[in-house]
């Protein structure tokens, strides 16, 4: 049962007033360095056995302050890099919320493609098939973290749920959040979404503490179970 940690980078100069996209050298803000280290801080109990970044270097900063100390590189996958927004890229948000495609990723994402980039779609694909990989590169024992971008995470997350991708905008991962899933041999369990508070992980196989022993860890407690405290 591989435990996959989604890290959304820090704050930007760029973040919220303008789609920074897949924009060269978008660093890390004060704000955003300040949460880095507060997120390291809140993982610091969580053994990692593997840490995967996004290439674009305000993930690499990000995922570099929560490697400190664990003696584990940064490995880099372009399959979690920021969605290709093309033309849009490097505009303000309030200019394109003007623009007919606007509505569209709202309502209909899975039908948005971005002029001269990526289609969403195509963004969910590679993220999943990506997470597909590290699951069974690293073992089913394994725990990892992967630091990557807003829309990538909540493609993930909509993945994991079971849900259409045209749903995704009802998924919120906030600048230095962290959302948790569990892959079973039979289906993920979202442990944590935009959790900015403590972190902990559940025991593996605890999703049945009080209904039997679970061997598999793959079923769902019937009835909601007694929690993991």
């Given at each position: 049962?591989?435990?996959?940690?989604?890290?959304?980078?820090?704050?930007?100069?760029?973040?919220?007033?303008?789609?920074?996209?897949?924009?060269?050298?978008?660093?890390?803000d004060?704000?955003?360095?300040e949460?880095?280290?507060?997120?390291?801080?809140?993982?610091?109990?969580?053994?990692l056995?593997?840490?995967?970044?996004?290439?674009?270097?305000?993930?690499?900063?990000?995922?570099?302050?929560?490697?400190?100390?664990?003696?584990?590189?940064?490995?880099?996958?372009?399959?979690?890099?920021?969605?290709?927004?093309?033309?849009?890229?490097?505009?303000?948000?309030?200019?394109?919320?003007?623009?007919?495609?606007?509505?569209?990723?709202?309502?209909?994402?899975?039908?948005?493609?971005?002029?001269?980039?990526?289609?969403?779609?195509?963004?969910q694909?590679?993220?999943?098939?990506?997470?597909?990989d590290?699951?069974?590169?690293?073992?089913?024992?394994?725990?990892?973290?992967?630091?990557?971008?807003?829309?990538?995470?909540?493609?993930?997350?909509?993945?994991?749920?079971?849900?259409?991708?045209?749903?995704?905008?009802?998924?919120t991962?906030d600048?230095?959040?962290?959302t948790?899933?569990?892959?079973?041999?039979?289906?993920?369990?979202?442990?944590?979404?935009?959790?900015?508070?403590?972190?902990?992980?559940?025991e593996?196989?605890?999703?049945?503490?009080?209904?039997?022993?679970?061997?598999?860890?793959?079923?769902?407690?019937?009835?909601?179970?007694?929690?993991?405290?």
């Open positions: 049962m591989s435990t996959l940690l989604l890290l959304r980078h820090g704050l930007t100069e760029l973040t919220g007033p303008v789609l920074a996209g897949r924009t060269p050298g978008v660093h890390l004060e704000r955003g360095r949460q880095a280290d507060r997120v390291a801080e809140r993982l610091a109990g969580i053994a056995d593997a840490i995967v970044s996004s290439p674009l270097v305000r993930c690499q900063e990000t995922a570099q302050a929560v490697a400190a100390g664990r003696g584990l590189e940064i490995h880099s996958d372009e399959r979690f890099i920021e969605c290709g927004y093309g033309e849009w890229t490097g505009r303000k948000l309030a200019e394109l919320a003007k623009e007919p495609l606007w509505q569209v990723v709202q309502a209909h994402p899975s039908a948005a493609v971005f002029p001269g980039g990526e289609a969403l779609a195509s963004v694909h590679r993220a999943v098939r990506a997470v597909r590290w699951n069974e590169r690293l073992g089913e024992k394994a725990t990892y973290l992967v630091c990557s971008h807003g829309d990538v995470i909540k493609a993930i997350v909509a993945d994991a749920m079971g849900i259409h991708l045209d749903q995704f905008q009802r998924v991962a600048p230095a959040s962290v948790i899933i569990r892959y079973t041999p039979i289906r993920p369990f979202l442990l944590k979404l935009n959790e900015t508070g403590n972190i902990a992980l559940p593996q196989g605890s999703a049945d503490k009080d209904g039997g022993e679970n061997i598999t860890g793959s079923d769902a407690a019937v009835g909601g179970g007694a929690g993991t405290t």
